[in-house]
């Protein structure tokens, strides 16, 4: 479907990489890409500023009836304590111009940010550097000792790769895959997927019948 749009987007990038792709957007280009600043239920500690370093909340409950009333784009536990990300927060980033890039989950990677988002007709950019084929480069890379990613083990890699396998089966259709010979490369094409994906027309994914 297709859709005129008046803010930023924010942007999900997956895949092994992400992490290092999402710090280098953010430190490359400060004027265009930003990261929201997270709630949690835990205590604040003596050097932590309250909006700053996490938005703290009054109590447990409000923050569970926040996530129930779809206030918040993914939460979940951590030491017995609540984290997540509200849609308040990711607003106020792309009110500033910025896309909001989000550091999704592991568990939340299939759904996270499109209900809560959605409701309040905020449609994110979802990219996924080819799960499957990073992952399985990565597997090569460990087998033959490369240098890709030395955090992970075979074994390791070996599960990311099924979990990515399925992921890319059964949602595929819901994210822009880059696929690319380096991280360079990759790097590369998800800048220019976000220029030209920032609007103001975009197309959507949509659940009416042709």
């Not at 803010?7 to 004027?31: A, C, H, W």
């Not at 938005?55 to 784009?73: G, L, Q, T, W």
């Not at 299939?110 to 480069?137: F, N, V």
């Not at 090569?140 to 490369?146: D, F, L, Q, Y």
Request: include cysteine; charge should be negative.
């Amino acid at each position: 479907m297709r859709l005129e749009i008046h803010y930023t987007r924010p942007v999900i990038i997956l895949g092994p990489m992400k992490d290092r792709i999402n710090d280098d957007l953010i430190s490359e280009f400060p004027q265009k890409f930003g990261s929201c600043v997270p709630h949690t239920t835990r205590p604040r500690r003596e050097n932590e500023i309250d909006g700053k370093d996490y938005h703290f909340m009054a109590s447990r409950e409000e923050m569970e009836r926040d996530v129930h009333d779809n206030k918040f784009i993914e939460a979940s536990q951590f030491n017995d304590n609540l984290y997540g990300t509200s849609v308040l927060s990711v607003r106020a980033v792309a009110e500033q111009g910025k896309h909001c890039i989000l550091d999704v989950g592991e568990r939340h990677k299939e759904t996270a940010t499109s209900t809560a988002l959605c409701h309040r007709h905020i449609h994110q950019t979802k990219i996924s550097g080819s799960p499957a084929d990073e992952y399985k480069h990565t597997l090569c890379c460990r087998n033959k000792g490369g240098e890709m990613n030395r955090r992970q083990t075979y074994e390791q890699a070996t599960k990311a790769y099924d979990k990515a396998m399925k992921l890319e089966q059964d949602f595929g259709e819901y994210f822009t895959v880059v696929q690319g010979n380096s991280l360079e490369e990759i790097y590369s094409k998800i800048r220019l997927i976000i220029e030209e994906q920032s609007g103001p027309c975009i197309w959507i994914p949509s659940t009416e019948k042709l």
